[in-house]
Each structure stands twice: as C-alpha cells, then as structure tokens.
C-alpha cells in the first residue's frame, strides 16, 4: 500500500509465531481485558495439524510473562468420567499452583518399576508420551531418540528434563543425528550413553518411521538389544509406540517383557466428592469451580486453557459454558481450542449439544471465535526455513509451494512433515543461496512422491480398514475428482443410486473420508482432505485410473455434455489424446474469453500433458497453439501463469522457430515490477541471447534491457539503469516495441529525477504523455511520477491532481486495484493537507468497493485512509479499530511491505489513542525487525514515526529515528524522506540549542 508506486514486492515477515500475526493480537487483546477485570472467553478453531496448541503454547508464555496464572486442561478421545477436563484444571491448580503440561495425562510419572524394566507407552498422541518425560527427574540422563526435530520440540514449548541428549532420527547428516536405516549406529550410541551415564533413561519415539524404513524383525531385535544394555547398566528403557499401526501380532511382541502404560481415560479420583463423602450435584460442581476461579483470581489474573474441547465430556461442555457466562466481572480469560468440524453435533445433555453451546456463546456476545487459516506462500517459505534451518533460494520455488500448498491447503503439520521428506528424498537440494527443488513435486504419476510415510500411512490405515464395498466406492469416486457427483460414480459401479447412497453416508458420518461438497450440499460431495484424496488415487494404478476415468466420461458424454470443464478433467486422467484433447481446447478457449487465468493455465498444462503422452509430442502446430494460447492468457491477467508455462515449454526440444516465439511471448508476459520474477526470466534469456549472438531479435534484446534497467533501479544503481534506458529511448523505434519504449521513458524520468535532472525528468515525461495517449496503463505511470516529483517539492496539491489523473487513467486501462491505489495516493495528501472528511469519503468508498469485488488490497488503502482520517480528527478508538483492519488486510494479502506500514500505523493510532507505552514498544520491535532497512517501500513509511515522536516532545527518541531514517532514504534514493528527515533533524537541532540541549530523561534510543 506504499503510496509510490502501484506495485510491490513482498519480503519475509518476521513474527515470533509463523503466520498468526492477527490471531495473536486478537488473544493479546483477550488478556489485556482480563488483566483489567473484564472477564471474556475465545475459541481458537482449525482442523488437525493447523497449530492451534503451537498458538496456545505461544499464549500461555504471554500471559506467564504478564503475570498470569495459567490452568490447563485436556479433552480426551475415549470415554472420561464426568467434568473430567475441568477436574484436569483444578486439581492441577490445587496441586501444583500454577501453569501446567497442556499434553500431560491425568497421571503421567513414570512407573517405578525395578531397574532395567522395559516400559512400553501406547497411545495415539505422541505428546504425551512427552509430557510423561517431563516427569522424570530434573537429574535423569535421557537419551530421547526422535523422529522429531528437537529444535522444533523446544519451540514447541516441550519440557524435557536438563540433561536430556536428543538423537534426531532423520536422513539429514548433522551431529546427534542417525539415519533410519543405521540400526547399528543406534545401538552402539545408545550404549555408549548408558555407560557414560548409569542409571539413565532412553526413550524412543519414532517406533512407526523406524519400521518404515527397516523389517518389523530388526526393529523388534534392536528394542530387546537397547533393553538388555538398560538392564546391565541398570538403567531404563522407555517405547512409545501407536498400537493401530502395527498388526495384533507385532503388538504382542513389542509387550513381551514389557510394563504396558495406556492412558487412563478415567483416572481414580477423578469425580468430585462433597465433604459428606457423597458425589455432588452438578450444579454443585460448577459453582465449586467458580468459586475456586474467583479465589484465585484475586491473586492474580487468571488464562484457563482447555485444549482438544471437541473431545470433551459433555459435562465439561456444560462447564465451559457457564464460566463463559459468569467471568465478565473477573480477571480471566477462559480460551478453548477445537477442531470445528468434531465438535459434537448431537446433544448429549440438557441444554444442547456442545455446538449449540458455543454458538449460542456466540451469538451473545460472550464467546469470540478465531478461525487458523491455512498457510499461504510466503509463510509455508518461512516455515521451511524454521524445519530446515535454510531458506528457499530466491529464484525457485514459487511453482513447487504453491502445489504443496495446494495439496496440503496450508496445514502447518502437513507441510512440516512433507517439507522433511522432501529433503531426504532430494527433491529439496541446497545449493549457494539456500534450498531449490530439483523436480516438480506434482504431476498425476508422482502423487505419492512427496507425502511422507507417517502422513500417507495414517491415510492408509484409515481406508485399508474400510469393508471391500465402501473401498471400490472410494476408488471410483476419487478418479471422479476430489468432489464428485453421485450418479455417474454409481453408473461406473454398476450400482443403484440407493446403494450408492448408503456407501457415502458410511464414509461421512462413519469413516469422516468424505463430506457434502460446501457449494452444493445435497448433490455433490467432496473429499475429507486433499490428501485423502491424493493418497486414495495413489494405491490405484494407472490402468484402472485410466478406464475408471474413461467409462465416466462416456457417462458424462452422454448424460451431461455442457458440462465442459467435468468432460475435461476426465479427458485428462483418461490420457487419451483423441478423446480427452478436444474437451480440454473447449475448456481452455472458454476459461481465456471469461478471463480466468487461473483455470486456463491449468487447461493449458493438460493439453501439454495429453501431448506429451502422444506418439508424436513435438507436433509443431500443437505447440504453435500453446504459445499462443500463453500469450493470451498473459493478456486476460495471468502472465504469472503464462510463463510458468511457457518456462515448462522451452524445456522440450523445439525448432528454432517455436523456442524463438516462446521466448518472445514469455518477454512480454515478464512483468518488470516483479523484481524476484524478472531477474530469473533475464538470467535464462541473456543466457540464450549470448549464445545466439547477433541472431536475437531487437525488440527482443531491448524488452530485457528494460527489464534489467528496472532491477538495477530496485537496487539503487540508477546510473546503470539509465544507461540501459538511453539506449532503449535513442534506438530506432522500429526496433522497440511501443510498450517497452513507454515503459523506458517512464523510468527514466524518475531515474533523472532521482539524479539530480528534473528537468530532463519532466522532458522525458512529457514525451510519454504525448506518444502514449492510447497506452492508458503507461500514462498512468507517468502521472504517478510525476505525483511523486510533485511530492519530493513539498507540492501537496500538485501530488493530488497527478495522482488523480493516474487512477482515471488506470480506470480507462482496466485496472481496477492500481486506479484504486492512486486514488488512495491522492487522499493520503488530503490528510496531510488538514481535509480529513474528504480523505474519509474516499477511503470509505474504496473500502466498499474492495469488499463488494473482494480485492483485500483496495480494503487495506480504504481501512488505512480512514484511520489516518479518525486519528487527525481525534477520533482515537475508530482510529485503531480501522487501523487493525488495514493490518488484517495487509496479513491476509501477505504484502509485507504493506504489513510494515500498517503496524506503524496501528503504533501511531494506539499512542494517540492514550496507550504510549505500548505504542513504544512497539516502534522498538520494529527497529529490532529491521524497518529502517527493510526497503524501499517501508522507507517511504518512516516519517510516521519519526512525526510521532516529534509531537510528544521524544527528541532522543526522534533524532535516532529520523538519522535512522535519513540513511535508508540515502540508500534507497528516497528524495522526499530526504528531504523530510533533514528538516526534521534542523528543527531538532534549534530546538536542543534554545533549551541548552538537555536530553529529556525517559528517552530511550530505538
């Protein structure tokens, strides 16, 4: 939302939580209340995997270092005993006094047992086989042999006892690391540590990936070896294993000589006793925890934390409704976590089943609901880079992410454990700038090849134990598509509708493999998870793909024959050229004319595939029709998608005359302000241009000069670039493309400007206003710079009419996001000109049409005008809310350098708003975050800062600012926050002069 251009480029985001920026300051919020005295409750909600306990944890050290008392308590799978989760809360108070073990068991020591004993832990949930180790003493010697990163444990918030000495099972080469396969290696540092350390404990969680890689024999031989050296060394040896993935038989094995624990579902003790010795009422109970929560809370302020509450008893249930309902005068904060889609439905008690509960807490008022997304692109990079301890090489990737993200629909879990076999697989490589992927992992025939063994095992067991019918079911219904229609899938079957009907019931209600397409509910149906699906297709090979996928479409052929895009995905999986081919042109030419780039890119990568599979896969006149079929759908907003495929095109042996067509499609669809996309395109064309020599065509070689002139722009280095613009203005205009010479006068200017020539700046953009009328999109550009000239002279009204005829411009060109972004350019000087109500009309204006058109960017400049507008009417609470929705936006879209400016604005507003200290803190996190060095689109946001401070009389603290500021301004060739520093640096100056230059005492450098 930078008001100088209107592009961007993202770069990371620093967060100490990935991804949750806006969810962790919706909690924040939660305890800021409770620390006030108004109690409230949340409900933090996410299907498996999508890091609801990570966000809890991260609370729970929130509310510790604000002086909280946090409880913690635990739903559970099988059947508990009443109020069981509560009880969990309570008595873990009574007994221990503060924070607890989210993950731990009712009772979690470890048996005492005699010396040596071998103890094997079953239960499905890993956690807390750990939360048991917790237990040990603080002066065990633990070997812990994982499947698990340690690092990631300890982010976790995994507490483990001090001297404990993580061995990390993993394919991946490194100290206190073992290969799979290595069973000797294991054994032998596992008895080096038991001699070095009598008496010891080890503990194995990775049973399941141990037996991936090896036969259940060795694996079983080396549990009785490790057990026979905790023996000798009269130590103790500690198995976790998940008894549903190992047959009866391997289960009995593994218990032969073993102290079995299983988590009790009911521990004794559990049900609440009156000081009769009678079991109380219910209502009895609810007001016992009330009261024991209003003790306590006048100590402290209190966070209760119940994790897993869609397990909960419905006792419990009852319970979290009615602290829900009775916390509002208390210092507490009561946060749920759950997965929506388990939350029990049906009622099991008076009042309602437990979803009725919270959505009637809801609709009250008294229970807010914090939905997890899944992870986009720029936080599944950052993810990669917490798991793998390395980032994506800047020029790869963005293809390969986006799949994954695709296939995962953002789980973290899902992602962690796929970007780890990615690694040991090698599709994940490193080379000099970081990690790149050696192949595509997509690509109907490789399904498999990235989800990891314990992923696609879970799958398996699932619909492995699935009786014969429900399993051919599933079969046809996945080569019908992750969401399908039930008639053909029956017809395919040879089944009636009825039976086809009882079998997906079954596999929604019962097996939770399916659910009822979200669009259309009653007559299509989808399934569970992307992965269901994946793993599904994956077990059939491809000759029963292939003639499942053909006899639905004759199906469809016959029945449904407008159903253009169905006919096409089928056409695709049946491989057939001649049948398949003609409904993926159909589909292509329909997508490219309704301007869906996103569906014609697609379309486009099956009619390659469909050639490929062909006898004859260079066919000229089928890749002539692709080239073209790329340059249109660069031209309808997909040039994105355009290059990915003209990219995969010019991998194939082509003709001259078709590689020299593609590369001249995939310059033009090369947009220039996408600095990351553009250098690698340049690379791979300068290459090719070197080794053809003369042979390059001009228009061709002059489209990269205008690209590399943008990049050397990006970097400061406007001398170089304007070297390459000179020769683009100064060649023969046969020899450039109208476009490509609009596109060079217009940065040419601005590179004149930055240089110290205005006027040969304004020359140059006079010539663009006179040649390029009919080219709407470049005379946008140029009346933007020369907005921002009329900006760096201080011209206020002068910006705003320039910036005006830009977005009239960009309106003429189609452009909606970028007219809306001049617009909100020509406000922001209506703020700094004192016309605040003019500058609101417009914000509310793009804020209403961002949200009519679902254009999150258009939202954020309408949020952020009308907060800079409430906070220079004084107005400070609307000043914060509006501008915690521009963040939001920002966080939702992952423009990181809207995000930068938008939390120097929720600082700005909350600092007029009263709230100084926090304000301060956070320009400090910023600082420490890199603000000042961020880039050019965060240096244009600078003088925020430095402003306010200047107005509340924090000189120390504005003059680091503003020298701070100055310095990237330099850097980054920034002439009008220039200009602003060295102003506001001489003011300071006078000012230190007229008072005798004393430093005021609460100033604190950033």
């Not at 930068?900 to 301060?920: H, I, S, T």
Request: aromatic share 6%; glycine share 8%.
């Amino acid at each position: 939302m930078s008001a100088t251009s209107g592009e961007g480029v993202a770069t990371a985001s620093p967060s100490s939580l990935i991804g949750r920026r806006a969810e962790m300051g919706r909690l924040q919020r939660g305890l800021a209340a409770a620390r006030q005295g108004h109690g409230n409750s949340c409900l933090v909600l996410g299907p498996g995997g999508m890091g609801k306990t990570r966000l809890l944890r991260w609370l729970e050290r929130e509310a510790l270092s604000s002086g909280f008392q946090v409880s913690w308590g635990n739903g559970l799978q099988e059947s508990v005993a009443p109020f069981f989760v509560f009880e969990q809360v309570f008595r873990r108070r009574a007994s221990k006094g503060g924070a607890t073990d989210p993950g731990s068991p009712a009772s979690s020591a470890v048996p005492a047992g005699e010396l040596g004993a071998y103890t094997l832990f079953e239960d499905e949930r890993p956690r807390r086989f750990r939360a048991t180790l917790s237990a040990l003493p603080r002066e065990c010697a633990l070997l812990l042999v994982t499947r698990e990163n340690p690092g990631s444990l300890k982010e976790r918030g995994q507490t483990l006892p001090p001297g404990t000495h993580p061995l990390w099972i993993t394919r991946m080469e490194g100290e206190g690391r073992v290969t799979p396969g290595d069973l000797d290696t294991l054994g032998e540092r596992t008895a080096r540590h038991l001699k070095e350390h009598p008496g010891g404990v080890v503990a194995v969680d990775g049973i399941e990936y141990l037996t991936s890689q090896n036969s259940f024999a060795a694996v079983l031989r080396l549990l009785q070896f490790l057990r026979d050296l905790a023996q000798e060394a009269d130590g103790h040896l500690l198995v976790a294993i998940n008894p549903s993935a190992f047959e009866k038989r391997e289960v009995s094995l593994l218990e032969s000589d073993a102290e079995v624990i299983r988590p009790v579902a009911s521990p004794e003790g559990v049900t609440p006793q009156v000081a009769g010795g009678g079991a109380e009422s219910p209502s009895a109970t609810l007001l016992r925890y009330l009261q024991a929560l209003e003790s306590a809370a006048r100590e402290a302020p209190q966070l209760v934390v119940v994790d897993d509450l869609h397990w909960a008893d419905p006792q419990s249930g009852t319970a979290f409704q009615f602290l829900a309902r009775n916390l509002r005068d208390l210092p507490v904060l009561l946060v749920g976590g759950a997965r929506e889609e388990e939350i029990p439905a049906n009622a099991e008690e008076e009042g309602g089943s437990l979803s009725e509960r919270l959505e009637m807490l809801s609709r009250e008022g008294l229970l807010e609901r914090i939905a997890l997304r899944g992870f986009g692109e720029e936080e599944a990079r950052s993810l990669l880079k917490e798991v793998l301890g390395g980032s994506l090489s800047p020029t790869s990737g963005e293809v390969e992410v986006r799949e994954l993200l695709r296939r995962t629909e953002g789980n973290p879990y899902f992602l962690r454990e796929i970007f780890v076999q990615l690694r040991e697989e090698g599709t994940l490589e490193e080379d000099g700038n970081g990690y790149r992927f050696a192949r595509a992992p997509h690509g109907s025939d490789a399904l498999l090849a990235t989800v990891p063994p314990s992923l696609r095992r879970m799958v398996l067991q699932r619909i492995g134990r699935l009786p014969a019918e429900e399993r051919a079911f599933l079969d046809s219904a996945a080569v019908a598509g992750s969401e399908f229609d039930l008639p053909p899938v029956a017809a395919v079957r040879r089944s009636s509708l009825q039976e086809a009907q009882r079998n997906v019931e079954s596999l929604v209600h019962r097996r939770r493999l399916l659910e009822p397409s979200i669009e259309s509910p009653g007559s299509r149906w989808s399934f569970s998870h992307p992965l269901v699906w994946e793993v599904t297709m994956g077990e059939l090979s491809i000759a029963r793909r292939k003639e499942e996928a053909l006899a639905l479409l004759d199906w469809w052929e016959e029945h449904r024959s407008e159903e253009v895009e169905t006919l096409a995905r089928l056409g695709h999986a049946s491989g057939d050229l001649d049948r398949g081919l003609p409904w993926v042109r159909r589909a292509l030419e329909r997508s490219l004319a309704a301007s869906l780039p996103e569906s014609a890119s697609t379309y486009l990568s099956w009619m390659r595939e469909l050639r490929r599979s062909a006898a004859h896969p260079g066919e000229e006149g089928q890749v002539e029709s692709e080239i073209q079929a790329a340059g249109r759908l660069s031209r309808i907003g997909g040039p994105r998608h355009a290059r990915r495929s003209l990219l995969e095109l010019l991998t194939e042996p082509l003709s001259d005359r078709l590689r020299w067509a593609a590369r001249e499609a995939l310059a033009r669809a090369t947009d220039p302000f996408d600095t990351q996309e553009a250098r690698r395109i340049a690379n791979e064309l300068e290459g090719e241009f070197q080794r053809r020599g003369s042979d390059v065509p001009a228009r061709l070689r002059h489209d990269l000069e205008s690209f590399q002139a943008y990049l050397w722009m990006q970097q400061g280095d406007h001398e170089r670039a304007m070297t390459l613009l000179t020769s683009i203005v100064e060649a023969p205009k046969s020899e450039v493309s109208p476009e490509t010479r609009g596109r060079a006068l217009t940065h040419g200017a601005w590179c004149h400007y930055v240089l110290g020539r205005p006027d040969r700046a304004e020359a140059w953009l006079g010539e663009v206003l006179e040649t390029a009328q009919d080219d709407d999109a470049t005379v946008a550009q140029a009346y933007n710079l020369q907005g921002m000239m009329a900006e760096a002279r201080g011209d206020a009204v002068g910006m705003r009419e320039m910036a005006e005829k830009a977005a009239d411009h960009a309106r003429r060109a189609g452009s909606f996001t970028n007219a809306a972004i001049y617009e909100y350019n020509a406000a922001i000087s209506l703020v700094e000109a004192g016309k605040a109500e003019e500058a609101e009309q417009v914000g509310r204006h793009l804020w209403d049409l961002g949200t009519k058109f679902d254009v999150p960017r258009v939202r954020c400049c309408g949020a952020f005008l009308i907060a800079r507008s409430e906070g220079t009417r004084k107005n400070a609470p609307a000043a914060v809310q509006w501008a915690e929705r521009s963040l939001q936006e920002a966080l939702a879209m992952q423009r990181n350098d809207d995000i930068w400016e938008c939390q120097l604005l929720v600082a700005e507003m909350k600092g007029e708003a009263g709230n100084l200290n926090e304000a301060l803190a956070t320009y400090d996190a910023l600082a420490r975050e890199g603000v000042f060095d961020h880039g050019a689109a965060a240096v244009s946001q600078l003088p925020s800062m430095v402003r306010f401070f200047e107005r509340r009389g924090l000189e120390d603290r504005c003059r680091v600012a503003a020298e701070k500021a100055l310095a990237a301004a330099i850097s980054f060739k920034n002439p009008v926050v220039e200009r602003q520093m060295r102003e506001t640096l001489a003011r300071l100056t006078t000012s230190s002069k007229g008072t005798g230059g004393a430093p005021e005492p609460a100033a604190k450098p950033l």
